[in-house]
C-alpha cells in the first residue's frame, strides 16, 4: 500500500531528535537524572530479581501498551497514536542510546545495546507490525474521509484477530526473554564494564 504511514522513517527521525536533545540537554536530561550514572550500575549489577516477579512486572508494563495501541486503533484517532508511539520509541530510543555514549563513551554504546539484547529483536518487529494492524485497522473501521470504508483488499475478521494473536505471543516472548535472558546478559556485561 502506497499511502501507509511510514512508520520505520517516524522511528529514525525520532531516534536522531533524542540523540540530539539528549547532546543539547545533557547537563540537565544526563547529570541530574541519574541516568547510567556509576550508583544506579553498581545498583543494578547487585540486584538479583526472580525472573518470574521480573516477567510478570514486565509482562503487565508492555501489555499495558500493546493494548492501548489496540484500542485506540478501534477510535478515529488510532492512527495519531501510532505515529505519536513510533515517535516515542524512537525518541526514547535515541536519548538512551546518547546517554551511554556520553557517559561511557564507546561502552556505553555497548552497554545501552546490551541492555535492549535479545528482547527487542523480538520486541521490534512485533511494534512495528502492531503499528501497521492498527493502522489498516483503523484505515478498515473509518476509511481516509472518516466515514466507514469497504474495501475488498481488507482482511475478514478472523484475519486481523489471529494477526493481533501472532503480535500478542510474539510481545509475550520479548518480555520472557527481557526477564530470563537479559538480565543475564546484562549482568555479564555490567562485570566486564
Known amino acids: 500500500m502506497r499511502d501507509r504511514f511510514p512508520f520505520g522513517s517516524i522511528f529514525l527521525v525520532s531516534l536522531v531528535a533524542g540523540i540530539i536533545t539528549m547532546n543539547f540537554g545533557k547537563s540537565i536530561l544526563l547529570e541530574d537524572t541519574g541516568l ?34 489496540v484500542l485506540a486503533a478501534t477510535t478515529y484517532l488510532g492512527m495519531a497514536v501510532c505515529v505519536l508511539g513510533a515517535g516515542w ?15 561511557y563513551g564507546i561502552k556505553g554504546l555497548f552497554l545501552a545495546l546490551a541492555a535492549l539484547f535479545p528482547q527487542y529483536l523480538v520486541y521490534g518487529p512485533a511494534l512495528y507490525g502492531l503499528c501497521v494492524w492498527c493502522e489498516k485497522t483503523c484505515r ?54
Open 89 to 103: 520509541y524512537g525518541f526514547s530510543a535515541g536519548t538512551f542510546l546518547a546517554a551511554g555514549v556520553l557517559r
Open 140 to 193: 478498515m473501521i473509518y476509511g481516509r474521509g472518516g466515514g466507514p470504508k469497504k474495501e475488498k483488499n481488507t482482511p475478514a475478521l478472523t484475519g486481523r484477530v489471529l494477526s493481533l494473536v501472532l503480535l500478542g505471543a510474539m510481545m509475550a516472548v520479548g518480555c520472557a526473554l527481557e526477564s530470563f535472558v537479559n538480565p543475564a546478559v546484562l549482568g555479564g556485561f555490567l562485570k566486564l564494564l
Open 36 to 69: 547510567l550514572d556509576q550508583n544506579t550500575l553498581v545498583r543494578l549489577s547487585s540486584v538479583n530479581l526472580g525472573g518470574s516477579a521480573l516477567f510478570a512486572f514486565v509482562l503487565r508494563k508492555r501489555m499495558a501498551v500493546f493494548f492501548t495501541l
